[in-house]
């Protein structure tokens, strides 16, 4: 678990993030999601120890990552899987050499298993026939996959996603989604992604933090977000006419549903 205690960030005197609390949790998939200039990247960077903090703490498992010096975060940093929101490959590697690129920095296992377990990870994202290519030679969803990859080899802890879904066509980011979800819940891992992508929200919204001018404005599941009358929260996810038709339907649904009305306590009380 990752837990966020009163983080306060400022550049000069633009106050970022403003005294933001929250946790992330094992085994699921938190989103961050919030508009242009909410803070949600400079809260990830702050997570990730790309930024410093200037008050507050970041624990990784009951541990201040934040008041450790870099020898210190060395193990909790090893133990980080991050994908950017290009897939930042090298571009003069193929797959298989970029997937290896962790292994090779920070793995003392031989050359014969290093392999072994790039193609294990290629294999568990689906890309069959593609080592010998390079990233100009694959699409973008491949891309993603590639980074995807090279993020879970070295079997982290945690996983950090930058915008999974930039660039990508419906049906690639559907696939991506899955993915995502599908690896935080068969690993453990305690995964965190930056998104504006209102599928992602719905489909694999485990645990949603919303940010607002900064401020955690609202925490939740993707089946509070249905119910939430948090006018902010709904003016982002429910803009349109169409997202508001889909929430409506999605209220249906999830009435129809008897195991959700158990599980919410068999009350519209809690709806």
Same mark, same amino acid.
């Given at each position: 678990?990752?837990?966020?205690?009163?983080?306060?960030?400022?550049?000069?005197?633009?106050?970022?993030?403003?005294?933001?609390?929250?946790?992330?949790?094992?085994?699921?998939?938190?989103?961050?999601?919030?508009?242009?200039?909410?803070? #949600?990247?400079?809260?990830? #960077?702050?997570?990730?120890?790309?930024?410093?903090? +200037?008050?507050?703490?970041?624990?990784?498992?009951?541990?201040?990552?934040?008041?450790?010096?870099?020898?210190?975060?060395?193990?909790?940093?090893?133990?980080?899987?991050?994908?950017?929101?290009?897939?930042?490959?090298?571009?003069?590697?193929?797959?298989?050499?970029?997937?290896?690129?962790?292994?090779?920095?920070?793995?003392?296992?031989?050359?014969?298993?290093?392999?072994?377990?790039?193609?294990?990870?290629?294999?568990?994202?689906?890309?069959?026939?593609?080592?010998?290519?390079?990233?100009?030679?694959?699409?973008?969803?491949?891309?993603?996959?590639?980074?995807?990859?090279?993020?879970?080899?070295?079997?982290?802890?945690?996983?950090?996603?930058?915008?999974?879904?930039?660039?990508?066509?419906?049906?690639?980011?559907?696939?991506?989604? #899955?993915?995502?979800?599908?690896?935080?819940?068969?690993?453990?891992?305690?995964?965190?992604?930056?998104?504006?992508?209102?599928?992602?929200?719905?489909?694999?919204?485990?645990?949603?933090?919303?940010?607002?001018?900064?401020?955690?404005?609202?925490?939740?599941?993707?089946?509070?977000?249905?119910?939430? +009358? +948090?006018?902010?929260?709904?003016?982002?996810?429910?803009?349109?006419?169409?997202?508001?038709?889909?929430?409506?339907?999605?209220?249906?649904?999830?009435?129809?549903?008897?195991?959700?009305?158990?599980?919410?306590?068999?009350?519209?009380?809690?709806?």
């Amino acid at each position: 678990m990752i837990e966020l205690k009163n983080i306060r960030k400022s550049f000069g005197e633009k106050e970022i993030l403003k005294d933001v609390s929250a946790k992330m949790e094992a085994g699921k998939t938190n989103l961050i999601i919030g508009a242009s200039g909410s803070g #949600k990247t400079v809260l990830m #960077k702050c997570m990730v120890g790309l930024m410093q903090v +200037d008050s507050g703490q970041v624990l990784y498992n009951n541990e201040d990552f934040t008041a450790m010096d870099d020898k210190e975060k060395k193990p909790i940093r090893q133990a980080i899987g991050m994908l950017f929101q290009g897939s930042a490959l090298f571009d003069s590697m193929t797959v298989e050499q970029n997937v290896m690129f962790p292994l090779d920095m920070f793995s003392d296992k031989s050359y014969r298993d290093r392999k072994k377990r790039v193609q294990e990870v290629l294999d568990r994202v689906q890309l069959k026939d593609a080592n010998k290519k390079y990233p100009a030679e694959i699409s973008g969803g491949m891309k993603k996959r590639v980074g995807i990859a090279r993020a879970i080899v070295l079997n982290p802890k945690y996983l950090f996603v930058d915008e999974p879904n930039s660039g990508l066509d419906p049906q690639t980011s559907l696939v991506i989604d #899955k993915l995502i979800k599908d690896l935080t819940q068969d690993y453990k891992i305690t995964t965190v992604v930056n998104t504006h992508d209102m599928n992602t929200v719905m489909e694999s919204g485990d645990h949603i933090i919303y940010m607002h001018e900064g401020k955690k404005q609202w925490e939740g599941s993707n089946e509070d977000i249905i119910f939430s +009358d +948090d006018q902010l929260l709904n003016d982002f996810i429910f803009a349109s006419e169409f997202f508001q038709d889909i929430k409506e339907m999605r209220k249906m649904e999830m009435f129809r549903d008897k195991q959700w009305r158990k599980k919410a306590g068999g009350s519209s009380s809690n709806s």
